[in-house]
């Protein structure tokens, strides 16, 4: 089993995830935190943008488990040579791994990698495509802080158009239950908004009645030899700063 989109699990997948989660909680408050789960089974995590959370998450999880864990990044791998993405998933698969987590900065890398392996392929965002664990993480902290997620009301602000982040957290919230609404300049969202079929706001005055504000950061590193889609950082931080006054 693969997991490269939110759409890859059900509602009842992510209420079983959660159900596990709960569990490892009380292991990670213990003084020996390793648990044998995966014992045996080898992790790659192959990282090809530059992480520091999301790969640290990775890494802790799987030797917490008992995984052998093997780290390699774009800096240091055969990829700045120009190798490909096939050629690098083929000579990864010829080690057997059993499970390959992987960003990349193209959209659908990947859903690509699962074609050349028998691992199984997580997807730790792949361009402005998706970034499925993200949006599990952020449900089940929701989950933990407000207990039920059928009917909370989410803000989503900022750099749409960029965020990997944004596309997989609205199309898990939604299918968890909760409602969503856009907010940001008509630049920072996506050509074809209007048929992601969500609220689209161009004000701060779409935070008024929300239980939930989640802020994107500008991804100032996909704008290079473009347009801006602003001003300046400056302004958008004067139109679009979010200060305890609007909230």
């Not at 990698?113 to 792949?126: K, P």
């Not at 969500?198 to 935070?207: G, I, K, N, R, S």
């Amino acid at each position: 089993m693969h997991l490269i989109s939110i759409d890859d699990l059900s509602a009842a997948d992510i209420e079983n995830l959660f159900t596990l989660s709960d569990g490892f909680l009380e292991i990670a408050s213990r003084p020996i935190k390793k648990v044998p789960t995966l014992r045996g089974r080898t992790i790659i995590n192959l990282f090809l943008e530059p992480s520091t959370r999301t790969q640290s998450s990775f890494e802790l999880a799987g030797k917490r488990l008992s995984a052998d864990v093997i780290n390699i990044k774009g800096s240091t791998s055969s990829v700045v040579k120009g190798e490909s993405l096939k050629d690098t998933i083929l000579t990864l698969e010829s080690y057997r791994p059993d499970v390959i987590v992987m960003r990349h900065p193209q959209v659908g890398a990947a859903r690509l990698a699962t074609r050349y392996t028998n691992a199984s392929v997580v997807n730790a965002g792949d361009g402005t495509g998706e970034h499925p664990t993200q949006c599990l993480l952020d449900l089940y902290s929701l989950r933990r802080v407000y207990g039920a997620l059928q009917g909370l009301k989410v803000a989503i602000v900022g750099d749409v158009l960029r965020s990997r982040v944004a596309r997989s957290n609205l199309f898990g919230f939604r299918k968890m239950g909760i409602e969503v609404r856009l907010v940001g300049p008509p630049t920072l969202m996506p050509p074809g908004i209007e048929y992601w079929q969500v609220p689209v706001y161009h004000d701060l005055e779409a935070l008024d009645e929300v239980d939930v504000v989640y802020l994107l950061r500008m991804q100032l590193e996909r704008a290079k030899g473009k347009v801006p889609p602003v001003p300046s950082l400056r302004e958008y931080s004067r139109l679009w700063g979010v200060s305890p006054y609007c909230l």
